[in-house]
């Protein structure tokens, strides 16, 4: 018996001696699929930094814009626009009796800050036709992104196809507020305008918050949408002096924080230079909590 094990163990030997153990690279699907998605990634990395991707999605972005923003009929508003801005430029005015137009109440109390804005779309409808509204409102698309390409210079990036996918998404958003050609769409390009002051000056220091009441005081001559304006620079202006005294972190200057606050309280000074005063201001205050109006 003994003999018999001993032999036995070295035969065992032999025959392992001489066996191969194979490792499967994937011994499972997961594993296998994990290894793909990362090869992928490398793949699509390289990719996305070649000039010639960055050029196609660019041209993609432009087709897909056009082809996602069709000429709308069911908003009428442009004509009624039209004439107000002919009745403003005609009569070097800035004031309207709205009791004129059937488009608003017969009531020459009526308050709506949009001189500039009605005229500036006159000028350019009666200078180029129809075409004029177009350029008007594809050269405030454009500006979004130089707006935008100027913002990624400043940060030290450089235009990609991320940057791409991100205007497109913008432009989505876009396409359900800033469709229409009326004084609305210059309130997207003036909140633009105003975002980019506030991340600009606080990424590079340097002092843009002075354009504030500037800007305000075209804004509210041109589209009621200045509100916006308003709320968002006393927010941010709340939310630094919040992050300068407790949170500290990456926050304002002194002599920053003090010039925003310095431009906030300027713009509200600002927007009072309007045709109708502080009146319009209450009168949007009254239009907004009136059942009738909502």
């Avoid at 994937?26 to 070649?50: C, D, H, M, R």
């Avoid at 001559?221 to 407790?246: K, P, S």
Wanted: glycine letters at 4%; one cysteine or more.
């Amino acid at each position: 018996k003994r003999n018999y094990n001993k032999e036995k163990d070295e035969y065992s030997k032999k025959e392992h001696s001489n066996v191969q153990v194979i490792v499967h690279k994937y011994p499972s699907f997961v594993e296998w699929f994990i290894e793909g998605l990362s090869q992928f990634k490398n793949w699509a990395t390289n990719l996305s930094l070649k000039r010639s991707t960055l050029w196609t999605t660019f041209v993609i972005l432009i087709l897909a814009v056009l082809i996602y923003y069709p000429s709308r009929t069911e908003d009428y508003d442009i004509w009624y626009h039209l004439k107000f801005g002919e009745h403003f430029v005609k009569n070097l005015t800035f004031k309207l009796d709205h009791s004129m137009f059937s488009w608003t109440p017969a009531d020459p109390n009526w308050r709506y800050g949009i001189w500039l804005g009605s005229s500036i779309l006159y000028v350019a409808y009666k200078t180029f036709s129809i075409y004029g509204l177009y350029i008007v409102q594809w050269l405030i698309f454009a500006a979004i992104i130089l707006f935008y390409w100027k913002f990624i210079k400043v940060i030290g990036d450089s235009l990609d196809v991320n940057h791409i996918a991100s205007l497109m998404l913008v432009f989505i958003a876009l396409n359900l507020t800033a469709i229409y050609i009326k004084p609305e769409i210059f309130t997207t390009l003036f909140f633009m305008i105003v975002v980019f002051i506030y991340f600009y000056s606080k990424f590079t220091s340097k002092n843009l918050f002075f354009l504030y009441p500037f800007l305000l005081f075209f804004w509210v001559n041109t589209h009621g949408g200045y509100l916006t304006g308003l709320i968002f620079i006393t927010i941010i202006l709340a939310g630094e002096v919040f992050n300068y005294f407790f949170l500290k972190r990456n926050q304002l200057t002194g002599h920053l924080l003090r010039c925003l606050f310095i431009s906030v309280l300027a713009s509200y000074f600002a927007v009072i230079f309007n045709p109708y005063w502080i009146d319009y201001h209450i009168g949007i205050i009254k239009s907004l909590i009136t059942k009738e109006y909502m």
